[in-house]
């Protein structure tokens, strides 16, 4: 039962995404995390550490916790009620159309020449400074961003919910809104946000390397560059700041042909990232669309993996 309601959530990202007007679960997670960091954060030192560790484990517990019993009530008013408010809680977990959407945004403009509106548009989705960009510039930051999303925006929530349903899909989102909250390795996070860094890295660990495999698979289906790939994967991922990062940008830079990493710019200071990949081709508007499409494969295959699997575990076991 759960694999068809995974499936079926899938299917509901891909036809509405987040509606605006739709409350959405990280709002709350939001909300609870800004509220917990007014009332424990210290600047440093261990308090600071033991602070932002209670943090996480607080909000990941109240994730899995409320989600599991609010459909536990749902259920005892009607089973399908139960089950319809599953299949949306874990769609909302996923960004498959957002993530689609949001690149989209940038290559539309970027695609007609209006370099100054793809600034902006890139500039939602990064938080490097995009104001000095150039087309190569845009279109690095997407494709990079679109890479790396494929595993928070999607591999992972479809993992973690076929592991345990929405409780786990929900208690996974939470870690990584902790993370993109408060996991920055700046003066002001650097102990309070190192728990939940460490903790997404480690949520992410597995799903991050099914990506892989998945990208590889999309690379073949696409255009046969699934041997660039590969090479890509072991020569470069391990470059990468990230344990796990490094592995969907690494795929996609070998499966696009094009070189990612590069200098970049935070807060004006600049930061040098390791190359993912080799220039085959030099960077182009069409690589955000590229990207999407082995997004849009990765995911099916890992969607269709993971049903079989549990379907296969449920039926001998």
């Known amino acids: ?97 957002g993530l689609a959407g949001a690149a989209g945004d940038v290559f539309k403009p970027l695609a007609g020449g209006d370099l100054a509106t793809a600034r902006l548009m890139v500039a939602r ?24 999303n494929t595993v928070d925006g999607v591999i992972a929530p479809l993992f973690y919910a076929l592991l345990g349903g929405a ?5 996974y989102k939470a870690v990584n809104t902790l993370d993109s909250m ?14 939940s860094a460490r903790l997404d890295d480690a949520a992410n660990y597995l799903p991050a390397r099914l ?21 890509a994967v072991l020569r470069d991922a391990p470059k990468h700041p990230s344990p796990n990062s490094g592995i969907p940008e690494a795929a996609v830079a070998g499966a696009l042909g094009v070189r990612l990493g590069g200098l970049n710019v935070y807060s004006g200071r600049e930061s040098f990232r390791e190359y993912m990949g080799e220039e085959v081709f030099p960077l182009a508007p069409g690589h955000i669309t590229q990207a999407v499409k082995l997004m849009y ?3 099916v295959l890992a969607l269709a993996a993971g049903v079989c699997a549990r379907a296969a575990i449920e039926y001998f076991i």
């Open 125 to 148: 989705i990064v938080g490097r400074e995009t104001s000095a960009m150039d087309q190569a510039g845009v279109t690095r930051a997407t494709v990079e961003t679109v890479a790396e």
């Open 297 to 299: 494969i990765s995911s």
């Open 182 to 195: 408060v996991g920055y390795r700046n003066d002001r996070y650097l102990h309070f946000g190192k728990f």
């Open 1 to 97: 039962m759960t694999e068809i309601m995974v499936a079926l959530a899938f299917l509901v990202d891909l036809a509405v995404g987040d509606p605006p007007r739709i409350p959405h679960p990280v709002v709350v997670l939001g909300k609870l995390i800004d509220g917990l960091e007014r009332l424990l954060y210290r600047p440093r030192g261990v308090w600071s550490l033991a602070g932002g560790a209670f943090t996480a484990l607080l909000v990941v517990g109240f994730a899995y916790g409320a989600t599991a019993l609010l459909l536990y009530g749902l259920g005892a008013v009607s089973p399908w009620l139960a089950v319809a408010a599953e299949i949306w809680l874990i769609s909302t977990t996923l960004a498959t159309r």
């Open 211 to 231: 990506c892989g495999l998945t990208l590889l698979a999309a690379a073949w289906i696409t255009g046969g560059r699934a041997g660039p790939a590969l090479r």
């Open 167 to 171: 409780p786990l899909a929900m208690a």
